[in-house]
């Protein structure tokens, strides 16, 4: 006589902190920010929401995790030029040299705002939590140690880096809205067709001329910053105009002179 049947149970499908992460991001992108939570997380791994939290100890931590993904496909602060950018922007160093912190964060502006292109649900993370993580930490640090070896202190520095992650993100952020809008079908057609000079304005504001906009106020902001930079500090114009100390004298030169 056959033994009692065995109750199947389903093969629980193997876990890993990148696989958690990776499925994150991609539920975020496919329904929104908004929708997500670790309970459709889980269901979409196959495991109760809980067993999310053997991999990261809380919702934030996760999160935190997406971003440093996002960060990681914007490269190293010194990675190669881009050709293409390097042609639309001021003269710039040979291959050969390193790029200057105003040529990183050139490259980086542009980077970052693809991505929001790239990732227009998940974007609004990179642009409204801060980095918490050893990975962003370590990005943030290559920067920070590029702008010091071409002789920006750190005030100067926070100076610079806010200012351009500010506008990056704030141009991207608008762009993604009014993008929505039109694929929502949402515009302002019959109250342009009565102001005429809004409505010659807002053709230019149109998603084929963002990347021109983009350009356009990027470049004013570094070149602003780059002049602003080859002045000289305060601190080292001081330094230039104080008078040098007379030499100290010696106790042998006293007794010479006695």
Not at 24 to 31: D, F, N, P, T
Not at 180 to 194: F, I, M, P, Q, Y
Not at 237 to 244: S, T
């Amino acid at each position: 006589m056959a033994g009692p049947r065995k109750k199947k149970t389903r093969a629980q499908p193997s876990l890993t902190s990148d696989r958690v992460r990776d499925e994150a991001l991609r539920l975020i992108e496919a329904e929104g920010l908004e929708a997500f939570s670790t309970r459709k997380l889980g269901r979409a791994l196959g495991v109760e929401a809980m067993a999310i939290y053997w991999y990261y100890p809380s919702k934030d931590a996760l999160l935190d995790a997406v971003v440093e993904t996002l960060v990681a496909k914007l490269g190293g602060p010194s990675a190669p030029r881009d050709p293409a950018r390097a042609a639309e922007a001021r003269p710039a160093p040979s291959e050969q040299e390193p790029a200057d912190f105003i040529d990183a964060l050139r490259r980086l502006a542009h980077a970052y705002r693809g991505l929001a292109h790239a990732y227009p649900n998940a974007f609004p993370l990179l642009a409204s939590r801060r980095f918490a993580t050893e990975g962003t930490y370590r990005f943030l640090e290559e920067l920070f140690t590029l702008a010091e070896r071409h002789g920006l202190d750190a005030r100067t520095t926070a100076r610079f880096y806010r200012l351009v992650a500010s506008y990056c993100s704030g141009v991207a952020l608008n762009e993604l809205a009014g993008i929505r809008d039109v694929e929502s079908g949402r515009d302002a057609k019959e109250a342009l067709s009565k102001l005429p000079r809004l409505a010659s304005v807002f053709a230019w504001l149109a998603p084929e001329h963002h990347e021109d906009v983009f350009s356009f106020g990027l470049e004013l902001l570094l070149s602003a910053l780059r002049e602003h930079a080859a002045r000289p500090s305060p601190a080292r114009v001081a330094a230039a105009a104080k008078p040098a100390k007379p030499a100290s004298k010696t106790p042998a030169a006293s007794k010479a002179r006695t």
